[in-house]
């Protein structure tokens, strides 16, 4: 089985900085594509930043601010997030595409999701 876990929410004031951290865990031939995707109050998820094999994507809002980084010799991947303003209060989620060791299939995993509140 493969695991996505994240860490490093919680509270911060606005301009304040975070890191967020995924680890993926299991029975794991290759990883692909990593990335976070946020979902706001009544709002639906959102990519916010994701590393593939031909570069990187940030949402516009994130542009600027945010910096995904990825380790493949330990298959996690990370989030700096700096100048965090209140509309980046979400649940932030890592997402991976990975190859499963055993089937050789890529499917595609989600965390279970940290907090993420920016507040005075």
């Known amino acids: 089985q493969v695991q996505l876990v994240e860490s490093g929410g919680g509270l911060v004031q606005p301009g304040g900085s975070l890191r967020l951290s995924c680890a993926a865990s299991?029975?794991?031939?290759?990883?692909?594509?990593m990335g976070w995707y946020r979902q706001g109050p009544g709002k639906q998820r959102e990519l916010v930043a994701r590393?593939?094999?031909?570069?990187?994507d940030y949402a516009d809002a994130v542009k600027g601010r945010f910096t995904i980084g990825r380790d493949g010799a330990t298959n996690t991947a990370d989030l700096q997030m700096n100048s965090l303003k209140p509309e980046d209060t979400a649940v932030y989620y890592c997402n991976a595409v990975i190859t499963e060791q055993l089937s050789l299939k890529a499917f595609t995993y989600w965390g279970r999701g940290t907090q993420v509140t920016v507040s005075s």
């Open positions: 299991g029975s794991i031939f290759s990883v692909k594509d």
């Open positions: 590393i593939r094999r031909g570069g990187t």
